[in-house]
């Protein structure tokens, strides 16, 4: 039997922001783990294999310099795009393989510094940038804004990193009119936002009226109620509240649904309407959480009862509802008749639902080692986990532009 290419490496993500507060796609680590080479031709196959033409983007960020220069080789003519490190060219081995790379038509991204940009023989062979912003930078971005007597530095149609202020992100992507940035700064953006209510996407709870008007399943509306972490919230504290006089505890959304109605759910949805938030600064945090969510339900070990995924979705979307809610999250939680497991996960990281969502947070990040020690602890196989990283990211929504 032939060992796939996925446990021979360690994989983690950082999803990319445009103007609009989409996703514009997925950069996607790679890391070569143990002795063990990796194949970067079955690599390049097994994403081909499990992405569509609905998939995001694709940006691979290959962390040695071995498995760069494999891509390099490997990677044939509508391959994802690939990141080639600034330093790593400096070796004549990455240089002439980014060369021929770039004669076989691949997509190259350049990734540095903002303050030392390339030269016009090195630019040629790329199609875009991931470009470092430092705190000088930022700086300059923003004095520039301010004072409106010099232009902004920033180049349009590129990526930026490092941008960790709201001021910073929109001189980015509203001003600067960049491809993308990569992570979005949720502190900074909560923080600014911390003196309002944070409330359901307004769009989320239109997008549940519809779906009643159309009268879709409960399987589809539970699907979009869990897409907004403060609307499920919201949606668990009424239907365990004195207004709806239920008997018992509403421990689920597919419970909470069934017992309320279409018609009711509908009278309710259309009164927060009103009240919901258009914010477009906060859709990112929110969809970055539902990407847990569902990261963590499908680590979840295979053969899982569709209530148990239920709860380990929970588990993952309401993980961060403190820094939505500004309150303590196991107060939070322990007002709703919510499964002790979904607890114990989310506030005491113990219990059957602690791995997936461990991990899952572990993902979200630059650190194979942090990923590595997770699955050595809990004994979850590294192939297993990566398949199911690629299989969620390669799900995801994103809007192209028209003829795309």
């Given at each position: 039997?032939?060992?796939?290419?996925?446990?021979?490496?360690?994989?983690?993500?950082?999803?990319?922001?445009?103007?609009?507060?989409?996703?514009?796609?997925?950069?996607?680590?790679?890391?070569?783990?143990?002795?063990?080479?990796?194949?970067?031709?079955?690599?390049?196959?097994?994403?081909?294999?499990?992405?569509?033409?609905?998939?995001?983007?694709?940006?691979?960020?290959?962390?040695?310099q071995k498995l760069l220069i494999d891509l390099l080789q490997h990677a044939p003519r509508g391959a994802p795009w690939i990141e080639v490190p600034a330093?790593?060219?400096?070796?004549?081995?990455?240089?002439?393989?980014?060369?021929?790379?770039?004669?076989?038509?691949?997509?190259?991204?350049?990734?540095?510094?903002?303050?030392?940009?390339?030269?016009?023989?090195?630019?040629?062979?790329?199609?875009?940038?991931?470009?470092?912003?430092?705190?000088?930078?930022?700086?300059?971005?923003?004095?520039?804004?301010?004072?409106?007597?010099?232009?902004?530095?920033?180049?349009?149609?590129?990526?930026?990193?490092?941008?960790?202020?709201?001021?910073?992100?929109?001189?980015?992507?509203?001003?600067?009119?960049?491809?993308?940035?990569?992570?979005?700064?949720?502190?900074?953006?909560?923080?600014?936002?911390?003196?309002?209510?944070?409330?359901?996407?307004?769009?989320?709870?239109?997008?549940?009226?519809?779906?009643?008007?159309?009268?879709?399943?409960?399987?589809?509306?539970?699907?979009?109620?869990?897409?907004?972490?403060?609307?499920?919230?919201?949606?668990?504290?009424?239907?365990?509240?004195?207004?709806?006089?239920?008997?018992?505890?509403?421990?689920?959304?597919?419970?909470?649904?069934?017992?309320?109605?279409?018609?009711?759910?509908?009278?309710?949805?259309?009164?927060?309407?009103?009240?919901?938030?258009?914010?477009?600064?906060?859709r990112p945090i929110r969809s970055a959480m539902v990407l847990r969510a569902r990261l963590t339900e499908q680590l979840l070990q295979a053969g899982a009862?569709?209530?148990?995924?239920?709860?380990?979705?929970?588990?993952?979307?309401?993980?961060q509802l403190d820094e939505l809610l500004h309150e303590n999250l196991g107060a939070i939680l322990h007002r709703l008749p919510l499964s002790e497991r979904?607890?114990?996960?989310?506030?005491?990281?113990?219990?059957?639902?602690?791995?997936?969502?461990?991990?899952?947070?572990?993902?979200?990040?630059?650190?194979?080692?942090?990923?590595?020690?997770?699955?050595?602890?809990?004994?979850?196989?590294?192939?297993?986990?990566?398949?199911?990283?690629?299989?969620?990211?390669?799900?995801?929504?994103?809007?192209?532009?028209?003829?795309?």
């Amino acid at each position: 039997m032939v060992q796939s290419v996925l446990g021979s490496l360690v994989l983690g993500y950082r999803p990319l922001w445009n103007a609009a507060r989409k996703l514009a796609g997925v950069q996607l680590y790679v890391y070569g783990h143990g002795a063990q080479m990796v194949d970067a031709a079955h690599l390049l196959r097994t994403i081909q294999e499990l992405w569509s033409a609905a998939s995001p983007p694709l940006l691979l960020s290959p962390r040695s310099q071995k498995l760069l220069i494999d891509l390099l080789q490997h990677a044939p003519r509508g391959a994802p795009w690939i990141e080639v490190p600034a330093n790593a060219l400096a070796l004549p081995a990455v240089r002439d393989a980014a060369e021929k790379a770039h004669g076989r038509g691949l997509r190259l991204v350049w990734r540095g510094p903002f303050n030392h940009l390339p030269g016009a023989d090195t630019a040629r062979l790329f199609d875009n940038s991931l470009l470092q912003l430092s705190g000088k930078d930022a700086m300059q971005t923003l004095v520039a804004a301010a004072t409106a007597e010099q232009p902004s530095p920033l180049i349009a149609g590129q990526m930026y990193d490092n941008v960790a202020s709201r001021a910073l992100l929109s001189q980015c992507l509203d001003q600067g009119r960049a491809l993308a940035v990569a992570g979005w700064p949720m502190e900074d953006v909560l923080h600014s936002l911390r003196h309002q209510p944070l409330a359901p996407a307004h769009e989320v709870v239109q997008k549940l009226l519809k779906a009643i008007d159309d009268d879709q399943s409960i399987d589809r509306l539970e699907q979009i109620l869990g897409q907004d972490p403060l609307l499920a919230h919201r949606f668990l504290v009424y239907t365990n509240s004195a207004a709806l006089g239920l008997r018992t505890g509403v421990d689920s959304l597919r419970r909470g649904l069934v017992m309320m109605g279409y018609g009711s759910l509908s009278r309710w949805l259309s009164d927060q309407l009103p009240h919901c938030a258009t914010e477009p600064d906060l859709r990112p945090i929110r969809s970055a959480m539902v990407l847990r969510a569902r990261l963590t339900e499908q680590l979840l070990q295979a053969g899982a009862g569709t209530e148990l995924r239920g709860e380990v979705y929970l588990a993952g979307l309401f993980s961060q509802l403190d820094e939505l809610l500004h309150e303590n999250l196991g107060a939070i939680l322990h007002r709703l008749p919510l499964s002790e497991r979904i607890y114990n996960a989310a506030v005491l990281r113990t219990g059957a639902y602690a791995p997936s969502l461990e991990l899952a947070c572990a993902l979200e990040g630059d650190s194979a080692g942090a990923i590595v020690q997770l699955c050595e602890a809990h004994e979850l196989e590294l192939e297993s986990v990566n398949r199911s990283l690629l299989r969620v990211l390669s799900e995801l929504a994103v809007e192209r532009p028209a003829g795309h």
